[in-house]
């Protein structure tokens, strides 16, 4: 991110702080080498309990969820969640800090497991043995 990009954003991480939000959340998902920023928006928090005490959601896609959005991307490309949108994929929300601009990233990968069972049968009797 260059400069420029960064002084757009404390203006408008500035101007959603002046209203008491106090975080920037952006939710991302992805799978099957394709991956999405699924909501963008801004939350306040209790300082005290980290508890979200509102949200506001930016899914009307403004110019604001642009931003967001395209920082998200930014944040996902230059962290080790990058290729969270590979094979069975992952998910999560990424928290900025208004003030701080300190970034959370919290993050799921999906994984599958696999369970062998073994089953015999008997042709001639028709059993089956677990």
Avoid at 18 to 32: I, L, N, P, W
Avoid at 68 to 90: F, K, M, P
Wanted: contains cysteine.
């Amino acid at each position: 991110m260059n400069q420029e990009e960064k002084d757009a954003l404390k203006v408008v991480f500035a101007h959603y702080a002046e209203q008491g939000y106090t975080h920037a959340k952006m939710d991302y998902s992805g799978s099957g080498d394709s991956g999405d920023i699924d909501d963008c928006g801004f939350i306040k928090r209790d300082p005290a309990t980290q508890q979200t005490l509102a949200e506001l959601d930016l899914a009307n896609r403004s110019t604001d969820y642009a931003t967001l959005e395209d920082l998200a991307g930014n944040i996902l490309d230059d962290s080790s969640v990058g290729g969270y949108e590979n094979n069975d994929g992952g998910q999560g929300a990424i928290y900025v800090d208004l003030l701080t601009g300190q970034v959370r990233i919290d993050h799921e990968w999906n994984v599958i497991t696999t369970e062998e069972e073994l089953f015999t049968l008997d042709l001639f009797t028709e059993e089956v043995e677990a």
